[in-house]
């Protein structure tokens, strides 16, 4: 390759070129401070014992480190009138989370792989009509829903919010696989057929072991958005059977006593904890998925 070819390709450095990569990290480094700044005051918030919270500064670091805060908002804090912290509440996150999201993928993967795979008659239309459910406000289905957990005896309870996220996570789970399992070789399935293969024969044994990246970015999706949420949970769950999410504002809401800061912000990041640790782990397999085709078409 030639001195006028390299030129062409690898960029020679000038002032001009350093100032403005020193700009660009600089504004990059603004984003990322404004956004870990509230992470940031939360913590050292959670860190301080109540007496310095009220004679110090919002970003003051913290004097006498302390967990204290924490362990009372995890075993202890009043949440209404019960005082047993939010430890009981995020184990009904947990058991609402796992099935939601397991159930959810499951029937998704089925309907990406029967929408693709095994055309049918009207199978464009069923498919428009479950894409467009996931554009569907929250608000509109709060109605219906709660007629029909009403109907099936699951009104607040943990169970009836595990129908509620899995039925209206499917738009979503369903547009993932889907999109996936476009890109994959239709011959694959045509050939398992003629070996007599059936249709869930088929899925489990060839189609779904080709779909991890499809299942890494809806299990991501879906464990954030039912952990997170606190709509369906304040409007399906009643007492003990809340969510976290729930707990967490009823908490923050207690108005009897001293109210005690540094309490509600350990609460928070312990309501918090899950999906960070989750977006941490497996975030870069997030992007893989998502580069991978989970949603794309």
């Known amino acids: ?38 992470l ?5 918030t959670a860190l301080k014992p109540l007496e310095e919270i009220r004679t110090g500064t919002l970003l003051s670091l913290p004097k006498d ?23 009981p509440y995020v184990w009904n996150s947990i058991a609402m989370v796992v099935p939601a999201v397991v159930l959810s993928t499951l029937l998704g993967a089925i309907n990406g792989y029967a929408l693709t795979k095994w055309r049918f008659r009207g199978a464009d239309i069923i498919f428009g009509l479950m894409l467009f459910g ?11 829903m709660a007629r029909t957990l009403g109907i099936l005896g699951l009104a607040g309870t943990v169970p009836g919010l595990v129908l509620v996220h899995t039925v209206y996570g499917l738009a979503f789970t369903t547009l993932f ?3 996936f399992f476009v890109g994959v070789s239709d011959g694959i399935v045509q050939a398992a057929k003629v070996d007599g293969a059936g249709f869930f024969g088929i899925f489990f044994r060839i189609v779904l ?7 890494v970015v809806t299990v991501i999706w879906q464990f954030t958005q039912i952990w997170n949420d606190f709509l369906f949970g304040i409007a399906f769950t009643v007492g003990d059977s809340n969510p976290v999410t729930v707990a967490l504002s009823n908490l923050v809401a207690s108005s009897t006593g001293v109210k005690e800061y540094n309490v509600d912000m350990a609460a928070a990041i312990i309501a918090a904890i899950p999906t960070l640790i989750v977006y941490v782990f497996a975030g870069k397999y997030f992007i893989r998925g998502l580069a991978a085709g989970a949603v794309k078409g």
Not at 209 to 215: D, H, R, S, T, V
Request: net charge positive; with cysteine.
């Open 134 to 144: 996931a554009f569907i406000p929250f608000q509109v289905v709060l109605l219906p």
């Open 209 to 215: 072991p080709m779909a991890p990246p499809a299942i």
């Open 177 to 179: 696989f889907r999109n």
């Open 1 to 38: 390759m030639t001195a006028r070819e390299i030129h062409g390709i690898v960029r020679p450095k000038s002032a001009a070129a350093t100032i403005l990569r020193i700009l660009l990290f600089a504004v990059l480094g603004l984003f990322v401070l404004y956004y870990l700044m509230p």
């Open 65 to 87: 480190v302390t967990l204290e805060p924490a362990l009372r908002a995890w075993d202890s804090a009043c949440v209404g009138v019960r005082c047993e912290g939010l430890k």
């Open 40 to 44: 940031i005051v939360m913590v050292m």
